[in-house]
Every structure is written in C-alpha cells, then in structure tokens.
C-alpha cells in the first residue's frame, strides 16, 4: 500500500482543485470563489477567482469570532532591549484595527502600496497586518539594506505611506533606520505622501514636519478600521528579492491562495496544532518573516514568537534554548547558519543542557544549504526530528520537506526530502529533457503553480515571463540545480544563475558587480561566492585596475568594500576584494566566475574548453592566497 505521504501526494496531483478547494473551506470567504483555478490565460494562473476574502480577518479577527480572543497571539522577546511582552489575539486584533484606522485617516486605502522598514518589534507585524485589514499592498524592506536598495523599492512600489522605526538594534549598536529612510526618499524619484515613524527610546528621530507622522500618537487617536474585503486574486503584499541584475525583483503575493497554502502547511508541513507556539528565527524582512512569523501562525491560530536577537551574543549561545524552554515553542525554524553560530561558540552543546525542552518536537531548517555536519550536531544534541526543507521567497511556502504532520520519512543527510504535495518538480537537462535519476539538471516546477505561490511580478508580468517561464516552456525554473534519486528524495546542489546565500541571506552577485564597476579606478570586476564556515557562502570581490591606477591596492579594495556597505548595505558583508591583473574569459568574453570560485575554495576544476587563456588562472590563484583561499604553495 502507498505510504501516507504518497496517497495525499498522488491525491493532490490527481484533483488539485478538489484539493485545495478542500483545503479553503478551514478560512473565512466574504464571497466563494467562481471556480477554483483560472487556467484560461497561461502562463497565468489564478487561484480562486471571483471570491472575497480578508487576510487580517483571517489572522486575528477569525480567532476572536471563534472564542479564542484570549490566546497568546503572539509574545515579543527581544534580549537586545531585555523585554518580553506578550499580546492575546484580541488585543493584537485591537491595535491593528487602530494601526489600521490611523493609515485610513492618512488617505491609505485598498490597492495603496505601503513600503515598511522596521526592526524586530511587534509594530512591524501590526504594520503588515493593518495593511492587510484595509487591503493596502505592503512591502517590507529589511533593515539590512541601504538607502539606495531602499529607494529603488520605492521607485517601482510607489508607495503613499512609508512605516519606519527609528531605529533598528544590532548587537553592541543602534542601527538608525529614520536618516537612511529620508537618504532613499531623497535618491528617489517617487515621494510618498507620510512616513509614520515609530519613536524607539535608544534613538529619537528627528521628524518633517508634513511628511512624518508618530506611529503611537496617531494609532491612539484612530478610530479602529473594520476588515476590508478583497479579491482572492487582488495582493496582499509584494516583497523584493535579488534577481540576477541589481535590480531587485518585486514578487506579489495573492490574498486568497496564499493563506490557503499557508495554513495548510502549519498542519501537513510542520505538524503544529493551533495553540501551539510556532517560532521562525528570521526577520519580517525576509520571505521567511512575512510566511511564518507573521502569516502562518496566526492564521492557523498559533502564538508566533517575534525574536529581536542573534543566536549568539544575547547573550550567549543558549539564547534559542533559553525561548524555547521560556515560552514552550513547539517547533522552530530557523537557517543551517544559526546552529552553525552556536555550535561553533558552544561546541559540546553544554548551555542546551541548563534548559528544559520538554515542549519542543521539531527544528526546521531552511534558506540555505543544510551541511550534514551541522544537521548532525543539532540530531545528537537535541535529540529531535531535524528537519531540512527548500523553497524560495518566489513560491512563500516549502516546496520539498519532510512533512511532519502527514509522515515523518526516513531522513537522508543533505536532501530536503520529498516534493511537497501540490508540487510538480522535475529535473530536467539545458534542452528540457527530463534526466535520469541520480543526474543532475535544471529544478523546475511544471506549470500551474499551487496557491500561495507569485502570481506575476509587481508591475512586469514580462519579467515575470523572461525570469521564469521563458527557457523551460510549461515550466517554473527555479534557478537552483539538483538531482532526485531513485527513492525520490531531492538533492539542491547549486544556483543556476549568480544568486549566493550569505548567512541564509539571498544576494545577487551580479549587484554587487554593478557597485564595484562604479569605481573609478576599476576596469572590471567579478564577485563570487566562496564557502565561508559560519555564513556558508560570502562574496569575494575580484578587481582589474584602469591602466595607469597608481594609488595603493590595499587603499582600493577598502574603498571598495565601503562602497558595497554604502550602496547595498550591511547584510552584503562584503569585506574583501583583490586585485587581479586579468579576469579568466572564454573566447566570447564571458567571465569564468564558476571557476574563479572552484580556485578561492581549493576544489578541483576542470579547464574549460573555451577558455581565453588558461595561464590567467594560475594567477587567480596566486594572488588569492595571501588572503587564505586557492590551494596554499
Ligand atoms: N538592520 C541593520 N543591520 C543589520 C540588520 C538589520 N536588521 N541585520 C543584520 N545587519 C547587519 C549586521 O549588523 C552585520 O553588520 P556588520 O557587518 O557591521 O557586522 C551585517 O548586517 C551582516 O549581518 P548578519 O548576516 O546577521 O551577520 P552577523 O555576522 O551579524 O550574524 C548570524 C551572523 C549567523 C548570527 C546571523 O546571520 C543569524 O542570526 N542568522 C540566522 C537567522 C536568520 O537571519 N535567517 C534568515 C533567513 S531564514
Ligand atoms: P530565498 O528566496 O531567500 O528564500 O532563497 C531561496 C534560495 O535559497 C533557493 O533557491 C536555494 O538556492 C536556497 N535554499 C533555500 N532553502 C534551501 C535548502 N533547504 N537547501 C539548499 N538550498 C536552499
């Protein structure tokens, strides 16, 4: 007999509509939907159409309408601040009605785009839902960006109204958010309407009078703001992620499918019940913060955990077992480097041993690549299912796990499992074929995407095609490459394109490169990912120098590493560049980065057949070791 993961597999394949249709009937519709699919217009898809829905509704004011005003919706913790603060469902439910009433009073209304810059506070999560509640189109950007990222988002979100915090919390300094927020509305083209700025006490902003408005002054004046109905199809959010250019992605979020897929992944991915506490160690910047720290526990009617802290440092490397036992988190999901953090500070694991994790069933782990090393060292020492699982910010939801409320499948170190169902992924080669088992090839997803996933993006249903669909026709190309083996367990290998992942961060290569081309001593560059053992992967910068460039190369490369931080932003952690006297090309002029990357991290490569001149690489090689990569002499 088939096992309990292939029968809902072979069920969701069988009868998608029926089965998300299903699926739909736990949520609240203001209006059914027409039909459950709209396949009439491909490559778009469009997930119950004709229906009304509110995602706030469903989040917070469901839960009330249900009885369970009273539970935990969600508990704040922040060691950076040394406070813990912990809001029932109603209480949450009345601050972003509010919040909400406070943004209609502004001139924000259905279909308005508002732009959110937030640290790790619960305003942020109240931001995203009070948009919601009146059908705004949110869109946060992480804290980790500069003004120049930031004023780009602007440009093509167009927003009226931009939600900031003062000022953002790093370990040992205050981040000030409100001077980088009015820099990028100086750089941009676009200016919205207001800021509402949420005052933090380390750091008071100074305000425009006009433009910037008191996030609590006007939150408290509001007339709270009923649930506003909206399409199924119309976007809830849209959030940026590094395409292969500078230019950032805008990828949209439908309301309806994805708090369908959202809350069925609560109970078939994560195996949580609603009153649980579900906790994801990210930050509302990142897709994983909007999915499953905001969206998806409360949908489902969990308490979320919103950290505002590190793995390490606040204070010590018993910071993640200190929350789970403190709130008796259920299930955390974080990125392979957070335990790659701790186990580097606390290798023998002796802080976990202070800490009771009765509560706790299961860790997820995603973003990045899962090193069995550390997947191990998490197994022995928590001695809990460690779950390894893969999507993207494109998809909001899993696509390959190990789903833990439907069966727990044999684990096989570094594969994320098995295709979630609702999924069609397949490994195919550069002509579309499909490959045998075992062999490596494209990760693509055939055609209609499961609800939840982008519909388009914001603005460019064309590079929505270009990006996406265009190589492999019927298909999603994911941009990652893999294999499936016999037993079908998915293996994620490599990026097909210039993407990195740098502490579970995703940053385009290829952005970095644009900065670095604009200095003026620069004739080109390259910059690749070399393996770094905490953040996985960071970014290494390789320069040729302008004929007649007399200044100190050491002068240069600093330079040059300031400008990334100036120009991306912290979160690129790009600290080192070299100069080299020639970049590796093929005889057309491409760039051989794959290999500059295989010398940095002194793997074996193969010469490539096309290439210019094979002599260039010895000198990458040469000029890479006094920093420590290539093969030492
Ligand atoms: N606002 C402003 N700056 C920020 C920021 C924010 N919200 N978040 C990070 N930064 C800065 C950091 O201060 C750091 O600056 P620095 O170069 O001056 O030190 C830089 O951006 C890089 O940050 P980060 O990637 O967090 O590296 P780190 O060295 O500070 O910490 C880890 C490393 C592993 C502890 C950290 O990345 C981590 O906790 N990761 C796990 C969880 C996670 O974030 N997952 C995301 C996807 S699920
Ligand atoms: P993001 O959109 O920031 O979530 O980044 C998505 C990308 O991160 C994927 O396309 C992969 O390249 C990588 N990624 C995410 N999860 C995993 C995982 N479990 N294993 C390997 N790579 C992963």
């Known amino acids: 007999m088939a096992s309990r993961y292939q029968q809902v597999y072979d069920a969701a394949k069988a009868d998608p509509e029926g089965f998300w249709a299903a699926a739909a009937e736990d949520l609240h519709w203001t209006k059914r939907w027409d039909r459950v699919l709209d396949a009439s217009n491909p490559p778009f898809y469009r997930w119950f159409p004709g229906a009304e829905t509110n995602t706030c509704y469903n989040a917070l004011d469901r839960h009330v309408a249900a009885g369970h005003g009273d539970r935990t919706a969600l508990i704040y913790d922040s060691p950076v601040t040394g406070t813990v603060r912990s809001f029932t469902t109603r209480a949450l439910r009345d601050r972003v009605a509010k919040l909400a009433g406070a943004l209609q009073a502004h001139g ?23 948009c919601a509640r009146i059908g705004a189109i949110h869109s946060v950007v992480f804290g980790g960006f500069a003004p120049r990222e930031l004023a780009t988002r602007i440009d093509d979100a ?33 200016k919205p309407a207001h800021c509402l700025v949420f005052q933090r006490p380390m750091y008071q ?26 399409a199924a199809t119309d976007p809830l ?28 992944s609560m109970k078939n991915v994560y195996g949580v019940e609603p009153g649980e506490v579900f906790w994801a160690a990210s930050d509302v910047g990142w897709v994983v913060g909007h999915s499953y720290i905001v969206y998806a526990p409360l949908i489902y009617g969990c308490t979320t955990v919103l950290y505002e802290g590190k793995p390490v440092g606040t204070p010590d490397a018993g910071a993640y077992w200190r929350v789970i036992q403190q709130h008796k988190v259920a299930a955390l999901f974080t990125a392979p480097t957070a335990f790659r953090a701790i186990k580097k500070e606390d290798p023998k694991a002796a802080l976990l041993k202070q800490y009771d994790l009765t509560h706790f069933r299961t860790l997820f782990l995603a973003g990045e690549r899962a090193d069995p090393d550390t997947v191990h060292w998490a197994e022995d020492n928590l001695k809990k299912p460690v ?11 899993p696509i390959v796990s190990n789903c833990m409320g439907i069966e727990h499948l044999p684990v096989k170190h570094g594969s994320p499992t098995r295709v979630v169902p609702g999924y069609d992924v397949q490994v195919i080669d550069d002509e579309g074929q499909p490959v ?12 209609p995407l499961p609800p939840g996933c982008l519909p388009t993006l914001w603005n460019n249903d064309d590079g929505f095609r270009k990006s996406y669909l265009s190589r492999f026709p019927g298909y999603y190309n994911t941009g990652d490459a893999g294999f499936i083996d016999e037993d079908g367990y998915l293996f994620i290998m490599s990026r097909t394109d210039d993407i990195i992942n740098v502490a579970g961060h995703r940053l385009s290569t290829g952005g970095m490169e644009e900065v670095l081309a604009a200095h003026p001593d620069v004739a ?66 491409k760039i051989l980065r794959g290999t500059m990357q295989k010398i940095a991290d002194a793997q074996d490569y193969r010469m490539p057949a096309t290439i210019d001149d094979p002599a260039i690489l010895g000198e990458i090689s040469e000029a890479l070791q006094p920093l420590g990569y290539a093969r030492q002499p």
């Open 524 to 589: 080109e560059c390259a910059v690749v990912g070399v393996a770094d053992q905490l953040k996985g992967q960071v970014p290494l910068g390789f320069v040729v120098l302008k004929a007649g460039v007399t200044r100190p190369e050491e002068q240069i490369t600093r330079e040059l590493v300031q400008l990334v931080r100036e120009k991306i932003g912290p979160v690129a952690a790009f600290k080192q560049a070299v100069v080299v006297k020639r970049l590796p090309k093929t005889r057309s002029g």
């Open 158 to 190: 167009k927003p009226v109204m931009i939600i900031a915090s003062s000022c953002g919390l790093e370990p040992g300094r205050v981040v000030e958010y409100k001077p980088l927020l009015d820099q990028a509305i100086e750089i941009a083209a676009h």
């Open 387 to 397: 779950i390894d699982h893969w999507w993207q910010t494109e998809t909001g939801w």
């Open 436 to 447: 045998k088992a075992g062999d490596i090839g494209n990760i693509v997803i055939r055609l």
């Open 205 to 230: 902003a100074p305000m425009q009078p006009g433009r910037d408005l008191d996030f609590d002054a006007e939150t408290e004046k509001a007339a709270p703001a009923d649930c506003v109905p909206v």
């Open 108 to 130: 924000v209304k259905k279909g308005d785009r508002v732009i959110i810059y937030m640290a790790m506070t619960p305003e942020a999560a109240m931001a995203m839902l009070a």
């Open 237 to 264: 959010y849209i959030l940026y992620t590094s395409g292969t250019t500078g230019v950032p992605k805008g990828v949209v979020r439908h309301n309806g499918g994805h708090m369908v897929a959202l809350n069925w």
